[in-house]
């Protein structure tokens, strides 16, 4: 269990500038490319083709930066880097709005996919983590169910906006007022560290008796070594994987939930996802011990994740109950995908090591999940459905269930022997 926050503890008002880091970064930079491929491919008449390779380039940038995002915290400092990582996002979304050729668009990517990771889920963990040690698991949950409000928030609030007043003075608005938000952020809140104001992690006494989170048994890996460790290529890898299913199935996920449900209820079943998402991320948060093995806890959430695909299976895209259900337990392990990983890490990993760490298995997995889209579009192609107007795609949900048994089999390996 974790203990509740308290006003007197600086760290939560970092939690809180944190949460409203994640949200502009993942609904302008993760939710929003959705909405951009849309807009673009209305007023541009570009194949999709064309605009899909764009978002996957947007993703793929993204992954070489935050590969790097320690490096650059260390020679910068956090509050400068998110400045400078907001600048480019609002120039580069903004370049999309106006790209009047592909070369363009793709110039414009560059921006956009180098300054949406300097406020994504690597960008949260590092923020974050100085403030907590104990009581982390609690703080990084309600920070990163920032970046599932920006998804609620942006996605909508992009559509509004792009056909109230066009896509070029939506891109510059939202573009300001994001700049803005984390030019003042950066300066009032991130500009202090524990250490400048004399705080412990938790806001525990000064003196006080902590219990050791990281295992005794890690050792600091410099270097290469870290290449050639176990436990870093298995959570890699277990990560990888199962954002690889999550995003290739959400993103297909309306379009197949529409025949059955209806347009409107289908978007509010997406909604769901996201609702569920925060319930099961806040829940684990709260209440997990703090000597859970949380290699355990990520496997036992893509199990539930796996129990949706099922659901789905079964439902053949026809059983409104069962898809309902479906969108439950997928939702309910959603949010977890990214916020369990940078936990492990804490555990298994020195604290020096620890953010090198966090940046890497997330540049590995946003490099394999940008290909996501495509592999499950491939699958649902190869392997239509009977009546074309229909919604099951047994093989697709099929598809997804064994990439996160994958998963599962990869943060098992892991394990401490």
């Known amino acids: 269990m974790h203990n509740w926050p308290t006003k007197t503890f600086y760290g939560w008002r970092v939690v809180g500038a944190t949460f409203v880091v994640a949200v502009f970064g993942l609904g302008v930079g993760f939710h929003g490319p959705a909405i951009y491929l849309h807009a673009l491919h209305e007023s541009r008449a570009w194949p999709l083709a064309l605009i899909s390779s764009a978002v996957t380039v947007h993703f793929l940038v993204g992954a070489?930066?935050?590969?790097?995002?320690?490096?650059?915290?260390?020679?910068?400092?956090?509050?400068?880097?998110?400045?400078?990582g907001s600048f480019c996002l609002a120039v580069g979304v903004f370049g999309w709005a106006v790209a009047a050729a592909p070369w363009q668009l793709f110039a414009a990517t560059l921006l956009s996919g180098a300054g949406w990771v300097t406020m994504g889920?690597?960008?949260?963990?590092?923020?974050?983590?100085?403030?907590?040690?104990?009581?982390?698991?609690?703080?990084?949950?309600?920070?990163?169910?920032?970046?599932?409000?920006?998804?609620?928030?942006?996605?909508?609030?992009?559509?509004?906006?792009?056909?109230?007043?066009?896509?070029?003075?939506?891109?510059?608005?939202?573009?300001?007022?994001?700049?803005?938000?984390?030019?003042v952020l950066a300066d009032l809140v991130f500009s202090r560290t524990p250490q400048q104001m004399r705080l412990t992690p938790d806001g525990s006494a000064p003196g006080a008796s902590t219990t050791p989170v990281t295992l005794s048994t890690a050792r600091p890996l410099p270097g290469s070594e870290l290449w050639h460790d176990r436990k870093f290529l298995t959570l890699a890898a277990a990560m990888a994987l199962?954002?690889?299913?999550?995003?290739?199935?959400?993103?297909?996920?309306?379009?197949?939930?529409?025949?059955?449900?209806?347009?409107?209820?289908?978007?509010?079943?997406?909604?769901?996802?996201?609702?569920?998402?925060?319930?099961?991320?806040?829940?684990?948060?709260?209440?997990?011990?703090?000597?859970?093995?949380?290699?355990?806890?990520?496997?036992?959430s893509i199990a539930v994740q796996i129990?949706?695909?099922?659901?789905?299976?079964?439902?053949?895209?026809?059983?409104?109950?069962?898809?309902?259900?479906?969108?439950?337990?997928?939702?309910a392990g959603f949010g977890n995908g990214t916020w369990l990983p940078p936990l492990i890490a804490q555990v298994e990993f020195v604290t020096d090591d620890v953010p090198r760490v966090v940046a890497l298995i997330v540049a590995i997995s946003q490099g394999a999940y940008a290909f996501a889209p495509m592999v499950f579009g491939t699958i649902r192609e190869l392997t239509p459905a009977t009546d074309a107007s229909s919604g099951a795609a047994p093989s697709f949900f099929i598809a997804a269930g064994l990439v996160q048994g994958l998963a599962i089999c990869a943060f098992l390996a892991g394990r401490r022997r």
């Open 121 to 183: 889920v690597a960008a949260v963990n590092a923020i974050v983590s100085p403030w907590f040690v104990r009581d982390r698991p609690a703080a990084l949950a309600m920070a990163y169910n920032g970046g599932n409000i920006g998804g609620v928030v942006f996605s909508p609030l992009w559509a509004a906006l792009i056909g109230a007043i066009g896509f070029p003075a939506a891109a510059a608005a939202i573009g300001v007022a994001m700049t803005l938000t984390m030019w």
């Open 307 to 331: 129990m949706g695909c099922v659901a789905f299976t079964i439902a053949d895209g026809a059983s409104v109950p069962l898809l309902l259900l479906g969108v439950v337990l997928f939702g």
């Open 242 to 300: 199962g954002l690889f299913a999550q995003i290739g199935l959400i993103v297909h996920l309306y379009s197949l939930l529409v025949p059955a449900l209806g347009v409107s209820q289908a978007g509010l079943a997406m909604g769901l996802v996201t609702a569920m998402a925060i319930v099961g991320r806040s829940l684990i948060g709260w209440t997990m011990p703090s000597g859970t093995n949380r290699r355990l806890v990520a496997c036992g």
């Open 64 to 84: 070489m930066v935050v590969a790097n995002l320690s490096a650059l915290h260390r020679r910068f400092g956090i509050p400068a880097v998110t400045k400078a």
